[in-house]
C-alpha cells in the first residue's frame, strides 16, 4: 500500500499568486522563492529552531511517521522583497548568493543583485527572434553538479487548454554560452539529476510525465528519452521535482494538493503528502541538515488584483509555503552556477 500523509498546516504565508522556485541557501541559511506573477525575489532568515509535531500515515499503520513544522506565525513579516519590472521564473545559486543569482527570466538568463530590481541580461536567448521574444518566457530550471544551468521556456499567456508546444530547454555554460538542448517544450517544469550524475529527469507538465534521459556530464548532453512516472489523474500535472540523495523523486503536482515520491529507477510510487492548497508548484530539500522539504504553492485565484482573505483561505490554502521531514531522506547539495564572471 502507497502511504499517504496529510501536511495540515502551514510555515510561511506570504500569499503568492505564483509561488516557485524555491531555493535554500546552505552558508547562510535562509530560503527564497519567486512570485512569477507578482515578479518578486522573496528571501526570509530560518530561524535557528523550530517546532514540529508528529503525524503518522493516514492509511498505513506499519509507516513511520513525519515531521510537520508549525506555523511561523511572524515569519511572512520578515520576508525581504525586491520587485522587477518582469517575471522570473527560477533561480540559481551562485559563489555570491544570497546576494547574488542568477535566474531565468522574461527573455533569457540574467544576474538579480537582491535589493536591486534591475536585471543584469547574461543573454538574451530570444534576440533574434521577435515573436518569441514578445510571448515566451523562463519557468523552471536547475543547475548540474559542474555548474550548468538548465532552464525552459513557455507561452507567457495562452487562450487554448493547453499552450502550444513553442518552447525550448536551454543551457547556459560558466563561460556565458547558450546552447538549445531540445525544441518542442508546452510547461518545463522540474529538472534535477541523482548523485552520480549520470541520468536527468525532466517534466513537461502537460506530458503528465517525468521523462529520464541518459546524461553526459562531460558534456551537459541528453539521449535516450524515456518516461519514469506518469499521473493518469485527470486534472493533475506534474510540476516541480527535486531528488533526494538516496534517490526518490518528489514531484509537486498542480491540481492535485499533493506531493508524490517516487522511486527514480523503478518508477514506483511510495508515498503521497497531501497538502491544502490544490496549486502545489515546487520542492526543494534545505535546512542545516538538508532532510526537509519546502514546498511552494500557488494562489486557487491567480488574478493580479487578488487581495488574500481568511474566507477563502479556509476553503484553498495556495501561495503559502510548507516544510516538514521525510524520515531517511535528505537532499543533494544544490548546484552553483560556476560562472568565470559575475559582475
Known amino acids: 500500500m502507497v502511504a499517504e500523509y496529510y501536511i495540515p498546516n502551514v510555515y510561511i504565508s506570504p500569499h503568492t499568486l505564483l509561488g516557485e522556485g524555491p531555493t535554500y541557501v546552505p552558508s547562510s541559511h535562509e530560503l527564497y522563492f519567486v512570485d512569477i506573477h507578482r515578479q518578486t525575489i522573496n528571501g526570509i532568515a530560518l530561524p535557528?529552531?523550530?517546532?514540529?509535531?508528529?503525524?503518522?500515515?493516514?492509511?498505513?499503520?506499519s509507516a513511520p511517521a513525519i515531521e510537520v513544522f508549525e506555523h511561523w506565525a511572524d515569519g511572512a513579516k520578515d520576508l525581504r522583497t525586491t520587485q522587477y519590472?518582469?517575471?522570473?521564473?527560477?533561480?540559481?545559486?551562485?559563489?555570491?548568493?544570497?546576494?547574488?543569482?542568477?535566474?531565468?527570466?522574461?527573455?533569457?538568463?540574467?544576474?538579480?543583485?537582491?535589493?536591486?530590481?534591475?536585471?543584469?541580461?547574461?543573454?538574451?536567448?530570444?534576440?533574434?527572434?521577435?515573436?518569441?521574444?514578445?510571448?515566451?518566457r523562463f519557468n523552471d530550471g536547475n543547475v548540474d553538479s559542474v555548474g550548468r544551468f538548465f532552464a525552459g521556456t513557455m507561452m507567457q499567456k495562452w487562450e487554448t487548454p493547453a499552450p502550444p508546444s513553442v518552447g525550448s530547454l536551454f543551457r547556459l555554460d560558466?563561460?556565458?554560452?547558450?546552447?538549445?538542448?531540445?525544441?518542442?517544450?508546452?510547461?518545463?517544469?522540474?529538472?534535477?539529476?541523482p548523485k552520480d550524475g549520470k541520468t536527468m529527469f525532466y517534466v513537461d507538465s502537460f506530458s503528465k510525465t517525468v521523462w529520464k534521459y541518459d546524461y553526459d556530464l562531460s558534456q551537459g548532453t541528453v539521449s535516450d528519452k524515456v518516461a519514469i512516472f506518469v499521473?493518469?489523474?485527470?486534472?493533475?500535472?506534474?510540476?516541480?521535482?527535486?531528488?533526494s540523495a538516496q534517490g526518490d523523486l518528489f514531484i509537486?503536482?498542480?491540481?492535485?494538493?499533493?506531493?508524490?515520491?517516487?522511486?527514480?529507477?523503478?518508477?514506483?510510487?511510495?508515498?503521497?503528502?497531501?497538502?491544502?492548497?490544490?496549486?502545489?508548484?515546487?520542492?526543494?530539500?534545505?535546512?542545516?541538515?538538508?532532510?526537509?522539504?519546502?514546498?511552494?504553492?500557488?494562489?486557487?485565484?491567480?488574478?493580479?488584483?487578488?487581495?488574500?482573505?481568511?474566507?477563502?483561505?479556509?476553503?484553498?490554502?495556495?501561495?503559502?509555503?510548507?516544510?516538514?521531514?521525510?524520515?531517511?531522506?535528505?537532499?543533494?547539495?544544490?548546484?552553483?552556477?560556476?560562472?568565470?564572471?559575475?559582475?
Open 231 to 243: 499521473i493518469d489523474e485527470p486534472n493533475m500535472y506534474p510540476d516541480g521535482m527535486t531528488i
Open 252 to 343: 509537486a503536482v498542480w491540481g492535485g494538493g499533493r506531493v508524490l515520491q517516487c522511486d527514480s529507477n523503478t518508477g514506483k510510487l511510495k508515498a503521497i503528502y497531501k497538502l491544502p492548497a490544490a496549486k502545489v508548484t515546487c520542492p526543494t530539500f534545505g535546512g542545516k541538515d538538508m532532510d526537509e522539504l519546502f514546498v511552494t504553492t500557488a494562489s486557487a485565484n491567480e488574478d493580479l488584483d487578488y487581495i488574500w482573505n481568511e474566507e477563502d483561505a479556509k476553503r484553498d490554502q495556495g501561495g503559502e509555503i510548507f516544510r516538514f521531514k521525510v524520515p531517511g531522506h535528505s537532499g543533494l547539495p544544490r548546484g552553483v552556477y560556476n560562472a568565470v564572471v559575475l559582475n
Open 48 to 61: 535557528d529552531s523550530a517546532t514540529t509535531k508528529s503525524y503518522t500515515s493516514t492509511n498505513e499503520e
Open 85 to 136: 519590472d518582469e517575471p522570473i521564473g527560477v533561480l540559481a545559486l551562485t559563489t555570491d548568493s544570497p546576494s547574488t543569482f542568477v535566474v531565468g527570466a522574461k527573455h533569457g538568463f540574467a544576474m538579480a543583485k537582491i535589493g536591486d530590481s534591475k536585471l543584469k541580461y547574461i543573454v538574451d536567448v530570444y534576440s533574434t527572434d521577435a515573436e518569441k521574444h514578445a510571448l515566451l
Open 174 to 193: 560558466p563561460d556565458g554560452t547558450v546552447s538549445n538542448i531540445f525544441d518542442g517544450c508546452q510547461v518545463p517544469n522540474g529538472l534535477c539529476w
